[in-house]
């Protein structure tokens, strides 16, 4: 069974049916509570009613990886080195690239900033 690092955008995507996310969901997806707080932000500004029920599926989805003081430091040197490329990467998404990296892992995501990037698997 494959592992990946699932980002917010790709756990949208899985929400929302995206037939290209579909082969992934039958792997190990690994995320932080910081991407389960980013996908439940968007859930609840737009579809209040059914939030909870959405957001206690996505837990059953993935596994919550903690995050230390190390992939803080790594994912706030990636987007200061992204910044100076002119790319515009949140902080969750480097944390969880660095997260990604540490862990050995495939960053999942369809966020057009991470498409050339090492160690990603990009799918729209």
């Known amino acids: 069974m494959s592992s990946f690092f699932a980002d917010s955008y790709a756990l949208i995507e899985m929400l929302k049916g995206n037939e290209n996310y579909q082969s992934f969901q039958s792997g190990r997806l690994i995320t932080t509570e910081f991407n389960i ?3 439940g932000f968007a859930v ?5 009613a059914d939030a909870p029920r959405v957001l ?4 059953k989805m993935v596994v919550i990886q903690e995050t230390r003081d190390e992939d803080y430091c ?3 040197a990636r987007r200061k080195l992204a ?3 002119g790319k515009k990467l949140s902080t969750i ?4 690239y660095s997260v990604a990296n540490r862990l050995n892992l495939l960053f999942l995501t369809g966020d057009r900033e991470f498409a050339d990037m090492d160690n990603v698997q990009f799918v729209r």
């Open 37 to 39: 707080c980013e996908v």
């Open 44 to 48: 609840c500004r737009e579809y209040p």
């Open 56 to 59: 206690k599926t996505l837990r």
């Open 74 to 76: 790594a994912g706030a």
């Open 83 to 85: 910044t100076g490329k």
């Open 93 to 96: 998404d480097c944390v969880g």
